[in-house]
């Protein structure tokens, strides 16, 4: 995959996420996707779990919003890093909004792995979830330039 197929496997995701398409999130992960919270000790394997916590998500949202990328790509080790800002709309209208970071990996074209920072509360819960031990799941970011959303290289 290049570099533009990495950035756009990202974009296919959140875009997946924010509209609420169950297929779409499912179609960029593996069927063992190991998807971690690892701000908050969250760990879900396969499209069950994470088919759960997504649920759970927008119900307990009126909008989820993903925008501000600026993308980590790395080809050679099939990894990209996302940073990004998060708007998360209650039902009664109030918002909160928090900067992320996901690291991802690729395996045959989608994320074998999601290891997501989340600043501010969790609202990636774990029911039904496996609970990691200490030292486990904690995955190192990808060493490559960083590119904003258009593609430049920035410092």
């Known amino acids: 995959m290049t570099d533009d197929d990495l950035i756009g496997l990202v974009q296919t995701y959140f875009a997946a996420v924010d509209a609420e398409r169950m297929d779409g999130v499912l179609a960029t ?8 919270v690892e701000t908050h000790g969250v ?15 927008w119900n307990n949202h009126a909008v989820v919003r993903h925008d501000q990328f600026t993308f980590v790509p790395s080809t050679v080790t099939g990894r990209i890093a996302a940073q990004f800002q998060v708007t998360n709309t209650a039902a009664d209208g109030s918002k909160s909004h928090k ?15 999601v290891a997501v920072y989340m600043a501010g509360a969790n ?23 960083m590119l904003d959303h258009a593609g430049s290289k920035t410092p």
């Open 43 to 57: 760990v879900l394997n396969g499209h069950e779990e994470i088919r759960s916590m997504f649920e759970r998500l």
């Open 99 to 113: 900067s992320n970071c996901n690291f991802f990996t690729v395996r045959h074209g989608r994320f074998s792995a």
């Open 123 to 145: 609202t990636l819960d774990r029911a039904g979830a496996t609970t990691p031990r200490i030292g486990e799941g904690k995955q190192q970011p990808p060493s490559s330039p």
């Open 29 to 36: 992960l593996t069927p063992d996707c190991r998807f971690s």
